[in-house]
């Protein structure tokens, strides 16, 4: 008979201790541990004589090691193939995080189903077959590979798994298995932290690539241990505005490729649609000008988007004026108010500024800085700017405008959609062919030259 006992977990990486505690020795989180019952088998590892081990493993010298490159798997699908960095490693755990409803189950029973020359088994612990099948008839792809099967235990699932011998395994989600090794209710994190480590098992030895679909807290994060991050090669995550059609893939980790890698999709009727050129939708379809909006010549990962930055800026009609952004830090927002009042002498501080990213997205890329500035300005002087114009730099504190990486591809893509200007720092052109592009590149050294230019 198994024992059960009662052990506290830290939510934030796993430390384990047998009482409760406030402070997480392991990663110094207040407030972080969790009670769970965990029943302890009779066949423990770690009550075997270790005297005595029966050794299957051995060490190999490196030299030996084969490193035929393996081909990595296309999937199908530009977008997802970016995100994995180039395609599916075989044997590879993979996560997708995301919140519910954004279209994790969409995406990878799409993929599955559209890899028709691959067996793929789709283990679903959420919805059952039937609801799987609806969802498959809404994407309208027929698929005779594509295997589903409704199961939550891990044990029975490998043995699925070693007599259908799949392609890719696909787990619907993460926080449904349960493991018999481990007595708590599934989603707990002892549960979450034992079945990982299984499928991670089972993706290595029988060479499978996984793919565990993982819910997200409100406050971001993957639900579950940190540590399951840690098992996993890569981490990618969906998200998106649910009232936006577009939804963006990021990597978050990967043990194979960039971690700054995006793929862009649209939710469609019939399921998920690669954007494979966002810039043509980023940018909203407008003949006339009008004020307060400006374009950034924006990169993420190794891809060059321009994306439209609105700004609104109005007397304040109460006390405190308001500060508010949409796919913005708002914090920099306010630095960059502080900057323009300081250094250029724009009157800010009584004014309600609102800021937003078109089409949902969020950018960290501080290349938007110029724009967003721009966009300020034009919002405040009620003076529009042509729509065939584009911003690359970022903005310092004492209101110098600062060089960018990458910028030849930022100046490329504006050439590629017509622009007539760019604005970019002064320190960027250094050593810059710019006769090569038909826009003009526009240097800048200050806020002020930008007014002026403008
Ligand atoms: P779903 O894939 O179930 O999300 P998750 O697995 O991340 O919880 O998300 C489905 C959402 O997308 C749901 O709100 C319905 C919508 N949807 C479409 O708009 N078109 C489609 O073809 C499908 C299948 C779903
Ligand atoms: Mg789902």
Known sequence: MAKIKTVFYCKECGNESPKWIGHCP?????????????????????????????????????????????????????????????????????????????????????????????????????????????RAERIGVRNESCLILTETNTTDI?????????????????????????????????????????????????????????????DGSIAGPKILEHIVDT????????????????????????SSELGIFEMNANGLREVSNPSEILLSQRDENVSGISIAATLEGLRPMMIETQALVSTAAYGTPQRSCTGFDTRRLNMLLAVLEKRAGFRLSTKDVFLNIAGGLRVDDPAIDLAVVAAILSSNEDVEISNRYAFAAEVGLSGEIRSVNRI???????????MEKIFVSKYNCRGLDTSKYSVEVVPLATIGELVKSL
């Open 158 to 218: 490998t043995k699925h798994i070693e007599e259908t011998k799949p392609d890719i395994v696909v787990i619907d989600s993460i926080q449904t298995l349960e493991s018999s090794a481990v007595d708590s209710t599934a989603g707990s994190i002892s549960q979450i932290r034992e079945t990982a480590a299984e499928m991670n098992k089972v993706a290595k030895s029988l060479h499978i690539p996984t793919f565990l679909i993982g819910h997200i807290t409100k």
């Open 26 to 134: 392991g990663c110094g989180a207040w407030n972080s541990y969790v009670e769970e019952s965990v029943a302890v088998g009779k066949d423990n590892k770690s009550a075997k004589n270790s005297f005595l081990p029966e050794m299957k493993s051995k060490p190999v010298p490196v030299l030996e090691i084969s490193a035929a490159k393996e081909a990595r798997i296309d999937m199908g699908c530009e977008e997802l193939n970016r995100v994995l960095g180039g395609g599916l490693v075989p044997g590879s755990l993979i996560l997708l995080g995301g919140e519910p409803g954004i279209g994790k189950s969409t995406l990878l029973l799409q993929v599955a189903l559209s890899l028709k020359d691959k067996k793929i088994l789709y283990v679903s612990g959420e919805e059952s077959a039937q609801q799987i099948k609806m």
């Open 235 to 258: 981490v990618i995550q969906f998200e998106g505005d649910r009232h936006y059609g577009f939804r963006v893939l990021r990597t978050i980790k990967n043990r194979f490729g960039s």
């Open 408 to 418: 030849e591809a930022r100046i490329a893509e504006a050439d590629k959609l017509g």
